[in-house]
């Protein structure tokens, strides 16, 4: 691990203040993804910022009937969170399905949304890797590439995001809120938040040098029936090889979002304007324009056979 200075930061608006004057400076949290990365030298920020002080580990409904939740609220609590089980039952599915007891624990929100993919060629250094050196290439096109994305992927990068609490965050609409380095903030869409890869794939998301989360706000319940349902090589402590977050009418009307096929949660209105028609119809226009390499194509069939199995549960 390479050298930094550190800093607890005394308000939201220092913490993105500092941050911005430095470029090479990052936001710790939990640190369950980023002290990892740091050991590696894949991340090699100069300077950490430690956000946990700041007061932003509350779960509050909203004057809509909504919930905000703030960045800095552990996984576990959030997974367990009275309301959350209630109102939002697909979210405490999607958390309880990640990472280990330990991990959830430590790990936050804001951090949860902003980990980073889990390729092997990006993990090790001595392959090329657009997302960690860019312009040098992807050893995944043309590597080993049965976990990697399916839909929304370009020439320079094939990588998967990681998070199953983002899958959840997208089939319920979720907003993120921010501050500028300027004080101001900012609300985003979950559907904007994560950056397809195209030629940059380092730039994951949309936060601006120095943005800093201040919560994800959900709207008002939607009802229905919430599943999450995760397909992964080994029964725990493994990422998705493919999941499906839905919320299923009584009508057969409703939401699906993907996990473990794109970089960012995969998720399109005119396949779910499909639901009443069944599995194969959503899965047909969720997979338009799709580019699987033959090692990850199984992963086309695989979505379809689990969001029929989701269909067929929320029917009962």
Not at 223 to 248: E, M
Not at 297 to 308: A, P
Request: proline share 5%.
């Amino acid at each position: 691990m390479r050298a930094f200075t550190y800093e607890r930061a005394s308000s939201i608006e220092a913490a993105a203040s500092s941050a911005a004057s430095n470029p090479d400076a990052k936001f710790i949290a939990g640190g369950t993804n980023l002290l990892d990365l740091m050991k590696l030298e894949i991340e090699t920020p100069t300077h950490l910022i430690d956000v946990n002080g700041l007061g932003l580990d509350e779960i509050e409904v909203t004057e809509d009937g909504g919930l905000r939740i703030g960045a800095m609220v552990r996984n576990t609590d959030l997974a367990a969170h009275e309301t959350v089980r209630r109102d939002y039952p697909l979210l405490t599915r999607a958390l309880l399905s990640g990472a280990s007891g330990q991990l959830r624990n430590k790990a936050t929100t804001s951090g949860n949304l902003l980990q980073r993919t889990r390729c092997p060629y990006f993990y090790d250094t001595n392959q090329p890797c657009n997302k960690r050196q860019p312009g040098s290439g992807c050893s995944a096109i043309g590597g080993f590439s049965r976990q990697h994305a399916v839909v929304g992927v370009s020439d320079a990068c094939i990588a998967t995001h990681p998070s199953d609490m983002a899958v959840a965050m997208r089939a319920l609409d979720a907003v993120v809120e921010t501050v500028q380095p300027d004080g101001s903030k900012r609300m985003i869409a979950m559907e904007d938040f994560h950056r397809l890869p195209g030629d940059t794939p380092h730039v994951e998301t949309v936060l601006e040098q120095g943005e800093i989360i201040t919560a994800v706000v959900l709207p008002p319940p939607v009802g229905g029936r919430q599943i999450y349902r995760k397909v992964r090589d080994r029964a725990s402590y493994a990422f998705a090889l493919v999941s499906v977050g839905a919320v299923i009418h009584p009508d057969g009307t409703g939401r699906v979002a993907l996990g473990g096929v794109a970089h960012k949660p995969w998720r399109k209105a005119e396949a779910e304007a499909e639901l009443p028609k069944g599995a194969a119809a959503v899965a047909f226009v969720l997979f338009s324009g799709a580019r699987p390499t033959e090692q990850n194509r199984f992963k086309l069939d695989l979505v379809e056979r689990v969001l029929s199995a989701v269909i067929l549960e929320a029917r009962g």
